[in-house]
């Protein structure tokens, strides 16, 4: 079964940092670019990062909302992805999903999230 | 960047009623458009990409048009399970962005 399993997720005060974890199954994660999206509570999705695979030089991207903050890694060998958030602010405070960009599908599998919350 | 901009931002409809909802695009992104569906607490879920090519599983009475900047999402017959919100994506450069959202409900 294609599955992705978020973790990491918690309640952070402003300026501080959280990672995130994108753990894979079923399909073959290291050719597979990866994604994060996030969508605050009652608000609509929106696109944070990419990160491709090894053929294509792990190039990352990111919205410019979380540019210079937000970092995305994987780990090839343990098919898993990560979202490093450093200088949080209240306004990150959403659900983050993590899915796959898979092959001429976008965007076709997803986890099931994990909540973070920027608060003091 | 470019913006995507969906519309309306809500309908309702009744059972059976063909509903359209439709997406625009700032600049041409060609084909490289879409739709998700996301029901009340649960996942999005891919239903249309290459602008109009049906995700496996997905009933055909959901179908997908357009090209350049102007993208049409269409239900030929409304279900009570469509009540959702619709998304639209546009994937033709690094950066990803979705449409503000259409919520959907029945009549």
């Known amino acids: 079964e294609v599955q992705l399993v978020e973790s990491g997720g918690g309640l952070v005060q402003p300026g501080g940092s959280l990672k995130l974890s994108c753990a894979a199954s079923?399909?073959?994660?290291?050719?597979?670019?990866m994604h994060w999206v996030r969508q605050a509570s009652g608000k609509g999705l929106e696109w944070v990062g990419r990160?491709?695979?090894?053929?294509?030089?792990?190039?990352?991207a990111y919205a410019a909302s979380v540019k210079g903050r937000f970092t995305i890694s994987r780990d090839d060998s343990k098919n898993t992805a990560y979202l490093q958030m450093n200088s949080l602010k209240t306004e990150d405070t959403a659900v983050y999903y993590c899915?796959?960009?898979?092959?001429?599908?976008?965007?076709?599998?997803w986890g099931q999230g994990t909540t973070v919350t920027v608060s003091s | 960047d470019i913006q995507m901009t969906q519309s309306p931002s809500s309908l309702s409809a009744s059972v059976g009623d063909r509903v359209t909802i439709t997406c625009r695009a700032s600049?041409?992104?060609?084909?490289?458009l879409a739709w998700y569906q996301q029901k009340p607490g649960k996942v999005p879920k891919l239903l249309i990409y290459?602008?109009?090519t049906l995700q496996s599983g997905v009933p055909s009475r959901f179908s997908g048009s357009g090209s350049g900047t102007d993208f049409t999402l269409t239900i030929s017959s409304l279900q009570p399970e469509d009540v959702a919100t619709y998304y639209c994506?546009?994937?033709?450069?690094?950066?990803?962005?979705f449409g503000q959202g259409t919520k959907v409900e029945i009549k």
């Open positions: 290459a602008a109009s």
């Open positions: 600049q041409g992104i060609s084909n490289y």
């Open positions: 990160i491709r695979s090894k053929a294509n030089s792990y190039a990352t």
């Open positions: 994506q546009k994937y033709n450069s690094a950066l990803w962005t």
């Open positions: 899915t796959r960009h898979g092959g001429v599908h976008p965007m076709d599998v």
């Open positions: 079923g399909f073959t994660f290291s050719g597979s670019a």
